[in-house]
């Protein structure tokens, strides 16, 4: 059983940056697909970004492409999302998952991410 804790979130005024933190614990598998996510009330979660752990590059959606960047520390089992240059429209909840579907340049269905972190909340202000 895969655990993961993210934190880093917070309530910042748009344009700052933030580094989120998603530390795993618990995996058997010596790769995984980690995931980025995020939620806004009253809309569907979508895909941000992910990485393969096992090597590669990370891939982003369009939306976030050049301002956000994942980032991990195989040691240290964490994966970091930095935020850069916000806006309120990145008013969200923020989740880091992982799934044993390999990926790469692409977000796998939510469905196969079997594992999910609490959630660590970002809130941009104008």
């Known amino acids: 059983q895969v655990q993961l804790v993210e934190s880093g979130g917070d309530s910042v005024q748009a344009g700052e940056s933030l580094r989120l933190s998603c530390s795993a614990s618990?995996?058997?598998?010596?790769?995984?697909?980690m995931g980025w996510f995020r939620q806004a009330p009253g809309k569907e979660r979508e895909g941000l970004a992910t990485?393969?752990?096992?090597?590669?590059?990370?891939y982003y959606v369009d939306s976030v492409k050049g301002r956000f960047f994942v980032s991990q520390d195989v040691s240290a089992n964490t994966l970091y999302l930095r935020l850069n240059s916000l806006r309120p429209e990145d008013t969200a909840m923020y989740y880091c998952?992982?799934?044993?579907?390999?990926?790469?340049?692409?977000?796998?269905?939510?469905?196969?991410?079997?594992?999910w972190g609490q959630g660590t909340q970002v809130t941009v202000s104008p």
């Open positions: 618990g995996h058997k598998s010596s790769s995984y697909c």
């Open positions: 990485i393969w752990t096992g090597g590669g590059s990370p």
């Open positions: 998952a992982a799934a044993r579907t390999y990926c790469y340049k692409q977000i796998p269905p939510l469905s196969e991410f079997e594992y």
